[in-house]
């Protein structure tokens, strides 16, 4: 198996797992991380210390990774994922990561990418859409 596809199948199983198995060992002193939704994270301390933070609320329910595709220092993963908050709420979505790589096969740049697993056609009744009457979920 790839290193880099094993460093991010590792990254995930610590979600899974709710313990930190690595992640100094898996992003740079200096890594960026950006989740979909907005929340950005500088550093693998903050990364840490969000990842810590984070479990002590909710838990991730699956995160099972559907492809990965690798260019020079770049590496793209196609995943699905779902999680449950100690509130209550489960949320679950389609989604890709866009990653880049130190020369020492650390992460510098994780960037998520997400899509609404609830997907319908707005013209499937004709020419004028009807579109959900929802928020809309930016992933």
Not at 103 to 124: H, M, Q, S
């Amino acid at each position: 198996m790839d290193n880099r596809e094993r460093i991010i199948r590792l990254w995930f199983d610590m979600w899974l797992a709710k313990k930190d198995l690595g992640i100094f060992n898996v992003f740079s002193d200096n890594a960026v991380y950006i989740e979909s939704w907005g929340p950005e994270y500088h550093g693998s301390k903050k990364i840490k210390l969000w990842f810590e933070e984070w479990n002590t609320r909710g838990t991730v329910l699956q995160w099972d990774i559907k492809q990965f595709f690798h260019k020079g220092n770049q590496t793209i993963v196609e995943w699905y994922f779902k999680n449950k908050m100690d509130a209550g709420n489960v949320e679950a979505f389609d989604g890709m990561s866009l990653i880049e790589w130190t020369p020492d096969g650390k992460i510098a740049l994780l960037k998520e990418f997400g899509c609404n697993e609830n997907r319908y056609d707005p013209y499937k009744d004709g020419n004028i859409p009807h579109f959900r009457d929802e928020n809309a979920k930016w992933f």
